[in-house]
């Protein structure tokens, strides 16, 4: 028992790094490929600093990992596949249709689950 004690309390600080929109978003955008500090911003319309943090966090997690090119950070998913838990999870959001509108749910799985053209990881 103390196994899935420990096993459960992990998959928890996971649930938890993810559970913010803005994560969520970037770790899809990451499923795609490594991207800097400033593709992210700007392809998720979000302030440069708010995608740092995001990112800080999510690498002081295990999520994912930076490289450093000069000035620049580029950052790419450890597990990709944990983009594959996003997509999967709009099976549950269609069930609260009423938060959702299907064509939003449509529109994220169209894009979310396109094949990645640009990974290096």
């Keep these: ?22 994560r969520i978003r970037m770790i899809e955008e990451l499923r795609r490929g490594e991207k800097d500090v400033n593709t ?20 002081a997690h295990r999520l994912v990992e930076d490289r450093r090119d000069g000035r620049r950070h580029f950052y ?4 990709p596949e944990i983009a594959g838990w996003i997509v999967d999870g709009l099976d549950f959001v269609e069930g609260r249709l009423n ?20 990974a290096n990881h």
Excluded: C, N, Y
């Design 76 to 79: 790419h998913l450890i597990q």
């Design 40 to 59: 992210l911003a700007e392809t998720l319309d979000l302030p440069g600093a708010r995608v740092s943090q995001h990112l800080s966090l999510m690498r």
């Design 1 to 22: 028992m103390p196994g899935r004690q420990v096993v459960a309390r992990e998959l928890a600080e996971i649930f938890k790094v993810i559970a913010h929109p803005d």
């Design 99 to 118: 938060a959702v509108t299907k064509s939003s749910i449509s529109q994220a799985r169209r894009q979310w689950s396109a094949p990645s053209k640009t």
